[in-house]
């Protein structure tokens, strides 16, 4: 009986025939990942940048609060 099902169910592909696919999803995700990585590079450099632009204008500028402060110590 299970002789005559043989015909019916096709046999699985040898794993040789999904090894390339899966070479190459991986690589795909890889390059992927990495453009990624690299635009977060990009993105957290710049706001760092104007952070510390920032920062230097701040330091730049009165202490109003300190006045405030001042008279109650």
Do not use: K
């Not at 635009?39 to 009165?62: I, V």
């Amino acid at each position: 009986m299970a002789e005559s099902f043989h015909f019916i169910v096709p046999a699985p592909p040898p794993a040789e025939f999904f090894a390339p696919h899966q070479l190459a999803q991986e690589f795909r995700h890889e390059v992927a990942y990495r453009d990624d990585f690299q635009d977060y590079c990009r993105w957290y450099r710049a706001t760092a940048a104007q952070h510390r632009q920032e920062l230097a204008r701040m330091r730049g500028d009165w202490n109003v609060f300190g006045w405030f402060v001042r008279g109650r110590r």
